[in-house]
């Protein structure tokens, strides 16, 4: 199960670098929520929304450091993530921990949170 998760998070990086909302959506639950590191939350719709309207698009998406926990059909999965991309015309570039939580429903694994906390190199 370990190595269906780390390539569902394989699929989730290309999906955001390759601005693919429709695989996002089919890797994502209905009721999937983000907490952004200002503590902001986003909801599926609205994050899915700003990918197909163009006001998000990211040049890229590479995560390391990723580690799986199970607990039966749910699992946790953290990685150090750095993204590239624009917002609304603006160039960004971030390095967070990011926390993403799934849950196996009917054979087949959905992410339902994601949690991320910027990362500073001391």
Known sequence: MEEELLKLEDEFARAVAGNDADALDGLLANDWIIV???????DKARFLGVIRSGALSHES??????????YGNTAV???LTT???KFMGQDFASCER???IFVKQTDRW???FTQL???TKK
């Open 77 to 79: 999965v953290t990685a």
């Open 36 to 42: 952004e590191p200002d503590g902001s939350i986003i």
């Open 117 to 119: 906390t910027r990362f």
């Open 98 to 100: 990011a926390t993403d």
């Open 110 to 112: 959905q992410c339902v």
């Open 61 to 70: 998406m590479e995560s390391t450091d990723l580690r799986v926990r199970l």
């Open 83 to 85: 993204t590239k991309g």
